[in-house]
C-alpha cells in the first residue's frame, strides 16, 4: 500500500467515477446516424477530451456548434443506466466537502445527471466543458479545478483514466496522478489502481493499492 498525503483531490467524472460507455454510445450512435455515418463511437472516440473537439473533425466547420448541442442533448436523454465505477460511493463519500470537484470534458448537466444516475453526492462545483477555452490536453481544466476548491495543484491529487488527461494533469503542476484502469497505464500515472476499490481516506491521505503496471502499447 501507498500513503499518500494531499490536500485537495481532482476526480474526471467518466471511466473515473462512472462508467457511461453505454449510456454514451446510445447517445453518439443516434447522432452519427444523422451527422457521420460513418462514426463509429466504440472505435473511434478518443476519450478523455471534448466532445466537441470529435464534433469538429466530423462536420463541416458551420455545422459544429448545432451538431454539437444536439449532442448533447442526446447524451442526456441517454443517462439512464449510467452506473458507479466500483468504489466510487464510498470514495467520494469519506471524502471532505470542499476538498475535492469534478473536472470533466463534459458539459456540465451531463455530468451533473450522470453522477446521480450514479449514486455519487455532487460536489459544490464542478469544472465543466463550457468552464474552459482549451480542453484536456491542456492544463487549463485542473488548474481551474485547483481554483475552485482553493488549493494549490502541487498539493492535489488527479485521477484520471485517459492519457489526455494525465498529460493535461501534468502540465497543470498537481502532485500526484492516479491513473485508474488498466487504459490510463499508457499516460504514465505516478500511481495505477484497478477501479476506486483500490482507493481509501484516512482523514489526512489516500490509501492506495497500486495495480500491476499494464503494458503499453
Given at each position: 500500500?501507498?500513503?499518500?498525503?494531499?490536500?485537495?483531490?481532482?476526480?474526471?467524472?467518466?471511466?473515473?467515477?462512472?462508467?457511461?460507455?453505454?449510456?454514451?454510445?446510445?447517445?453518439?450512435?443516434?447522432?452519427?446516424?444523422?451527422?457521420?455515418?460513418?462514426f463509429d463511437f466504440h472505435r473511434d472516440i478518443v476519450h478523455g477530451v471534448r466532445a466537441v473537439e470529435t464534433v469538429r473533425t466530423l462536420v463541416a466547420a458551420d455545422d459544429v456548434e448545432r451538431a454539437n448541442a444536439e449532442l448533447e442533448r442526446l447524451e442526456i436523454e441517454h443517462v439512464e443506466g449510467t452506473a458507479a465505477i466500483p468504489g466510487a460511493v464510498e470514495l467520494t463519500d469519506a471524502l471532505p466537502q470542499g476538498a475535492w470537484t469534478v473536472v470533466t470534458s463534459g458539459a456540465r448537466e451531463l455530468a451533473a445527471r450522470r453522477l446521480a444516475s450514479a449514486g455519487i453526492a455532487r460536489p459544490d462545483g464542478i469544472v465543466a466543458a463550457e468552464d474552459v477555452s482549451n480542453g484536456k490536453p491542456d492544463p487549463e481544466p485542473y488548474r481551474r479545478g485547483a481554483e475552485l476548491i482553493g488549493i494549490d495543484p502541487a498539493a492535489c491529487v488527479v485521477f484520471e483514466d485517459a492519457p489526455a488527461g494525465i498529460a493535461a494533469a501534468r502540465a497543470a503542476g498537481v502532485g500526484t496522478i492516479v491513473g485508474v484502469g488498466a487504459g490510463a497505464a499508457a499516460g504514465s500515472p505516478d500511481v495505477l489502481v484497478a477501479d476506486l476499490r483500490d482507493v481509501s481516506w484516512d482523514g489526512a491521505a489516500l490509501v492506495v493499492t497500486p495495480a500491476e503496471p499494464a503494458p503499453v502499447a
Open positions: 500500500m501507498v500513503r499518500i498525503p494531499v490536500e485537495g483531490l481532482l476526480f474526471d467524472c467518466d471511466g473515473v467515477l462512472v462508467d457511461s460507455i453505454e449510456s454514451a454510445g446510445r447517445a453518439w450512435g443516434v447522432w452519427s446516424e444523422r451527422w457521420a455515418p460513418e
